[in-house]
């Protein structure tokens, strides 16, 4: 009786997600907007967001000024100082531009899960990313991070509309749009390369695979487009990268912070707080997910598996590429890594989703656990 009220439910739950999918997603965003701002309001602002706050409040002329000989670029500040000139300059007004931000960064993963695996997929996709510690702290914060996210993953959904239209026109414009948002995303974070690197990764393999020629490639031709636009910032950039005012915490990226990366965004703790039950928790989640990515590999068919390596590109990549700059120079990560973890969740999603599609009673209980 349970497995046929159950095989009921699920006839008349289908369709209904289905048709209300933008819904459930823009509700899931609003979920996601009210709980950081609930975590923020809670905080003290900080003496990284009271820089912010500060240098916001300046002429736009002194923000590029300030910038230059500080460590990151002025987008944010802008928009932070646009920001604040009309919501006011209360904690809750600049706190809710980096929900909102995240909230929306919520919506593009949503619609990207679903134009590359679908419906269900998405559906498994959102809890992660709504309750994720890692984006949720960082979805309050008077910084950069949640506003990066959300260029991140818009770029990223860009890209693949972009790679997936037959229309020439209508492609032209895409690669366009991704050009203005990866130097748009320079502008803002220069770590954002990590993701902008992880894009061209995946570019290339794709283009190699399909025989395609690298120097005729429109995704080429997009990145040379933003070098032009983010060229004018590049002489200040050198600067900055050497003008000693770098955070002095930094570490390599060792077996450790690898096994941080998973404990920030799914208990935000880092690994010496763990402690034994948490560190039973992470060993299990880290198990799961192991097994769920094997088996994930051999279900879906060729096109799913182009996609899927994507989002493996969008976290494996620059964690790959901190391991390599780490062995010469040793970089600060954790909350410089908040616009690349969604990519990691959104994976996590996608893959429980195949599995479980048709699996036993013992992986489902598994996925629910995780």
């Not at 279900?299 to 976290?315: A, G």
Request: glycine share 6%.
């Amino acid at each position: 009786m349970t497995h046929n009220f159950s095989k009921k439910l699920t006839k008349v739950a289908k369709p209904w997600l289905k048709k209300h999918f933008i819904l459930v997603l823009i509700l899931s965003a609003v979920v996601a907007v009210a709980i950081s701002l609930i975590i923020g309001l809670m905080q003290s602002v900080w003496f990284d967001e009271a820089y912010s706050i500060e240098l916001s409040k300046q002429s736009l002329s002194q923000i590029v000024n300030l910038t230059s000989v500080d460590v990151h670029p002025p987008f944010y500040y802008f928009l932070l100082h646009g920001w604040g000139s009309v919501f006011g300059w209360s904690e809750i007004a600049l706190r809710s531009l980096s929900a909102i931000a995240m909230g929306g960064a919520v919506v593009f993963a949503g619609l990207l899960v679903k134009k590359l695996f679908g419906y269900r997929a998405a559906y498994f996709t959102l809890p992660f990313i709504v309750f994720s510690p890692l984006l949720l702290r960082y979805g309050f914060e008077i910084r950069m991070y949640a506003v990066a996210a959300f260029i991140g993953i818009a770029a990223t959904y860009v890209l693949v509309s972009a790679r997936l239209t037959n229309n020439i026109k209508r492609s032209k414009i895409l690669y366009t749009i991704y050009a203005l948002l990866v130097a748009l995303g320079m502008f803002t974070l220069y770590y954002m390369a990590l993701l902008w690197l992880a894009h061209f990764v995946w570019l290339a393999c794709q283009t190699y695979k399909d025989k395609e020629k690298l120097l005729k490639s429109k995704w080429l031709w997009a990145y040379g487009l933003s070098i032009i636009l983010f060229s004018p910032w590049l002489i200040v950039f050198v600067k900055q990268i050497t003008n000693g005012a770098l955070a002095a915490i930094s570490q390599s990226m060792t077996l450790e912070n690898l096994f941080g990366i998973i404990s920030f965004n799914f208990l935000y703790r880092p690994v010496w707080q763990l402690g034994a039950l948490y560190s039973l928790i992470i060993m299990f989640v880290v198990v799961i997910i192991s097994y769920l990515s094997i088996k994930a590999f051999q279900l879906i068919d060729k096109k799913q598996k182009k996609y899927l390596s994507l989002l493996v590109c969008y976290i494996l990549v620059p964690v790959a590429i901190l391991t390599l700059i780490g062995l010469v120079k040793p970089m600060y990560t954790e909350r410089y890594l908040a616009h690349i973890s969604i990519g990691g969740l959104m994976y996590v999603g996608v893959i429980t989703a195949i599995v479980t599609r048709k699996a036993s009673w013992k992986i489902k209980l598994s996925s629910s656990l995780l």
